[in-house]
């Protein structure tokens, strides 16, 4: 025998009891109405909810030394895309990650002394 609830209360045990069980006694349409009334809940909050804001960020503008203060993993997103960007325009779409990591650290080189440049001319000057 399963408990049902009095007061028409949801539960998750409720979900578990057959269909023809439920039928019998009218349970049934109250369960179909928790149901309802759960997804009705999601889809209110999952509208309502703020979207993600876009950020918008000019790579042309990034200097050395912005770049150079980033945390490893910004640092990272700014190599991959900018090594993208310009294996993209080569017309080139394999990455040489051992060139990758080589004119990375040229990069780095000529951003510690060249601290106001911007990232795209460090790189032009600086990388092969």
Same mark, same amino acid.
Not at 14 to 37: D, E, F, P, Q, Y
Not at 70 to 88: L, Q
Not at 110 to 127: E, F, M, R, W
């Given at each position: 025998?399963?408990?049902?609830? +009095? ?10 009891? %057959?269909?023809?069980? $439920? ?10 109405? *928790?149901?309802? &009334?759960?997804? +009705?809940?999601? $889809?209110? %909050?999952?509208?309502?909810?703020p979207a993600a804001?876009?950020?918008? &960020?000019?790579? @042309?503008?990034?200097? *050395?030394? @912005?770049?150079?203060?980033?945390? +490893? ?9 900018? +090594? ?6 080569? @017309? @080139? ?7 990758? #990591? ?8 000529? *951003? ?6 911007? $990232?795209?001319?460090?790189? #032009?000057?600086?990388?092969?």
């Amino acid at each position: 025998m399963v408990p049902i609830s +009095s007061g028409g209360k949801c539960h998750v045990w409720l979900a578990t009891i %057959g269909r023809h069980k $439920l039928t019998a006694s009218g349970l049934w349409r109250i369960a179909m109405r *928790c149901r309802a &009334l759960v997804v +009705s809940v999601i $889809l209110i %909050g999952a509208g309502s909810a703020p979207a993600a804001a876009q950020i918008k &960020l000019d790579m @042309n503008k990034i200097t *050395c030394g @912005n770049w150079l203060g980033y945390g +490893s993993v910004d640092r990272d997103f700014v190599r991959y895309f900018m +090594s993208g960007y310009y294996n993209a325009a080569a @017309n @080139n779409n394999v990455l040489d990650y051992d060139r990758l #990591q080589k004119n990375s650290e040229k990069v780095v080189a000529y *951003c510690k002394k060249h601290k106001s440049d911007t $990232l795209p001319t460090a790189i #032009q000057k600086s990388a092969s």
